[in-house]
């Protein structure tokens, strides 16, 4: 029997533990068409100590039904989607912004900094990103009454963990057009 797997006795269909495999993995992405489920190593163990949301180059591939059973299972457990692989593309850029500029708390606020000068400062500037996003991504777990911002807030910490230092995130254009 593979590991991760259990088989009912009525049924005979394996019946995955999506929770065991979570513990394994050391990221997970999403294409769209597949789900890649990252591994440090060919025969991993359980750890909550390895990096998290990383890709290495052991994976495991899950398509089609395979793919749309982990995608239910993670919209049911949302805290192991810190798990997820940050990615950077223009759009998410744009859409980072608009976030920042719906989402930020003020003049003090890294994201109002991130909405006025539509870019990365420096690294300081990430590593307040990175905080002040993280909190509002915890927040919304646990408030399912905003459960529909997660999407946007994802993007969001994706281009704070990877999105370029020093270059436009979206110009004044970009984002005039993506209200309409």
């Known amino acids: 029997m593979r590991r991760g797997c259990r088989t009912t006795a009525n049924t005979r ?14 990221g997970y992405e999403d294409t769209g068409h597949a789900i890649r489920l990252y591994v440090e190593w060919p025969t991993p163990q359980p750890s909550f100590f390895r990096p998290h949301g990383v890709r290495t ?21 949302k805290a192991f989607q810190c798990l997820r692989v940050p990615t950077y593309s223009r759009e998410k ?30 690294e300081e500037h990430r590593r307040r990103l ?15 009454d905003h459960s529909h911002a997660l999407f946007r807030l994802h993007d ?3 281009v704070a963990n990877v999105g370029p230092v020093g270059v436009e995130l979206a110009t004044t254009e970009e984002l005039t057009r993506c209200r309409h």
Do not use: K, M
């Not at 990175?130 to 399912?144: D, K």
């Open 13 to 26: 269909q394996a019946v995955v533990d999506y929770t065991t495999i979570f513990s394994w993995i050391a």
């Open 57 to 77: 180059s052991l994976f495991r591939l899950c398509c089609g039904e395979d793919a749309d059973a982990v995608r239910a299972w993670l919209s049911r457990n």
């Open 93 to 122: 850029g744009v859409r980072a912004v608009q976030t920042a500029l719906s989402w930020h708390s003020g003049p003090g606020s890294a994201l109002f900094d991130l909405a006025l000068v539509r870019a990365i400062r420096d």
């Open 130 to 144: 990175q905080a002040e996003v993280r909190t509002l991504v915890s927040s919304v777990i646990e408030n399912p």
């Open 156 to 158: 969001l910490e994706d």
